[in-house]
T-cell receptor
Framework: DTAVSQTPKYLVTQMGNDKSIKCEQN?????MYWYKQDSKKFLKIMFS???????INETVPNRFSPKSPDKAHLNLHINSLELGDSAVYFC?????????????FGAGSRLTVL | AQSVTQPDIHITVSEGASLELRCNYS??????LFWYVQSPGQGLQLLLK??????LVQGIKGFEAEFKRSQSSFNLRKPSVHWSDAAEYFC????????????FGIGTKLQVIP
């Protein structure tokens, strides 16, 4: 069983469209995150939720809206996509026996905006 | 603000040679420190972490890292590199305590030649 799973793995879309990426973890962790990795591999945190409550909200355009229906799921919706949104988006979770700061990552969702 | 510097963007080593990847951090007190590895097309996987105690920490896949407070460093080492170690390596820093923001370095790409 995949611990942190993201769908879709690849997403190609036109500028101006709206898209969503879904994330689910089966580790029983309390905290989930979205990270963005740009073309230079730089990894930057976007959001974090703890037990469905938003606890980290970095300087991200409000076109990005996370939603956590329960502590095992954290989805990312992006409105009015722009070329600069092209990146790999990683979902991660933390908590449990591994520790609150130890991140378990999904395989990533590569978004290409044309 | 916390930050991480990985001065080497790209390192090439011969298979069987020793490896040291450099990491320097900036943080007001003793932070939590991590090394993650990312294979092509994959998410990040934790190699090892330092929270407190013994400054030499052992990780998976034969890696170790040493925390040196006086140098604000947390360098990653492996005595003998295998071709399968070719990947991107990320150093990360986070404040002590749970559910805090973890900041990543820009990564070091390791190439292993036969």
């Amino acid at each position: 069983d995949t611990a942190v799973s993201q769908t879709p793995k690849y997403l190609v879309t036109q500028m101006g469209n709206d898209k969503s990426i879904k994330c689910e973890q089966n580790l029983g962790h309390d905290t989930m995150y979205w990270y963005k990795q740009d073309s230079k591999k730089f990894l930057k945190i976007m959001f974090s939720y703890n037990n469905k409550e938003l606890i980290i909200n970095e300087t991200v355009p409000n076109r990005f809206s996370p939603k956590s229906p329960d502590k095992a799921h954290l989805n990312l919706h992006i409105n009015s996509l722009e070329l600069g949104d092209s990146a790999v988006y990683f979902c991660a979770s933390s908590g449990g026996a591994s520790g609150a700061n130890v991140l378990t990552f999904g395989a990533g969702s590569r978004l290409t905006v044309l | 603000a916390q930050s991480v510097t990985q001065p080497d963007i790209h390192i090439t080593v011969s298979e069987g040679a020793s490896l040291e990847l450099r990491c320097n951090y900036s943080y007001g007190a003793t932070p939590y420190l991590f090394w993650y590895v990312q294979s092509p097309g994959q998410g990040l996987q934790l190699l090892l972490k330092y929270f407190s105690g013994d400054t030499l920490v052992q990780g998976i896949k034969g890696f170790e890292a040493e925390f040196k407070r006086s140098q604000s460093s947390f360098n990653l080492r492996k005595p003998s590199v295998h071709w399968s170690d070719a990947a991107e390596y990320f150093c990360a820093v986070g404040p002590p305590g749970g559910y805090q923001k973890v900041t990543f370095g820009i990564g070091t790409k390791l190439q292993v030649i036969p």
